[in-house]
């Protein structure tokens, strides 16, 4: 069965520290894995989208990594802020299916 | 531009009652979506449409119905609401379909509560 596991399922952290957010996916065969960022109340907004060959994807201070061997994407927020604080949603669209969501980490930025 | 749009943003039905969340958006999309999203679990498709004239269902479509009324708008129907249908909805679109790695964009979601 496809499924995106994400890890940890939330996390606190100082203004200003970074943090690294994990993806684990057994979704085989698939096209691209995205990044997307959810304010609370609001709908998710893309970060990044990474193809199959894409080792990594920045975006500002996100920075996206993809091993397709081992099945593993992380991202990584430097120096983080306030605003940072959202849920972090991992997805995958198989090859000629569907995007397959992770359940979201839940950040916390902290003054 | 306004991206996607939804209406309304809040919701409450009784048990039995019908409504309609309407979708718009000013793109140019080809293809939208309706999904689904509760505590705990990630976003879910209820149907989507690949283009004009053509919808499909998702992973979870009983007791939804959706019209593409045109290339703009696309509406998710509840015919019998049920206390399971409570939810967040979210409506999306994209260029194209998403395994050609179009972004897609979404709405800012209903909140809708059956009693």
């Known amino acids: 069965k496809n499924q995106v596991e994400q890890s940890p399922q939330s996390l606190i952290i100082l203004e200003g520290k970074n943090c690294t957010l994990q993806?684990?996916?057994?979704?085989?065969?698939?096209?691209?894995l995205r990044w997307y960022k959810q304010d609370t109340g609001r709908g998710p907004v893309s970060l990044t989208i990474m193809t199959f060959s894409e080792n990594t994807k920045s975006n500002g201070r996100y920075t996206a990594t993809l091993d397709a061997d081992t099945k593993q994407s992380s991202l990584h927020i430097t120096a983080s802020q306030l605003s940072d604080s959202a849920s972090y949603i991992c997805v995958v669209s198989p090859r000629g299916g569907k995007l397959i969501f992770g359940q979201g980490t839940e950040l916390s930025v902290k003054p | 531009n306004a991206g996607v749009t939804q209406t309304p943003k809040f919701q409450v039905l009784k048990t039995g009652q019908s409504m309609t969340l309407q979708c718009a958006q000013d793109m140019n999309h080809n293809s939208m979506y309706w999904y689904r999203q509760d505590p705990g679990m990630g976003l879910r498709l209820i149907y989507y449409s690949a283009s004009e004239g053509t919808t499909d269902k998702g992973e979870v479509p009983n007791g939804y119905n959706v019209s593409r009324l045109n290339k703009r708008e696309f509406s998710l129907r509840l015919e019998s609401a049920a206390p399971s249908q409570t939810s967040v909805y979210f409506c999306a679109s994209s260029e194209a379909q998403l395994a050609g790695g179009y972004e897609q964009f979404f709405g800012p979601g209903t909140r809708l509560t059956v009693l």
């Open positions: 993806c684990n996916y057994t979704v085989s065969p698939f096209s691209n």
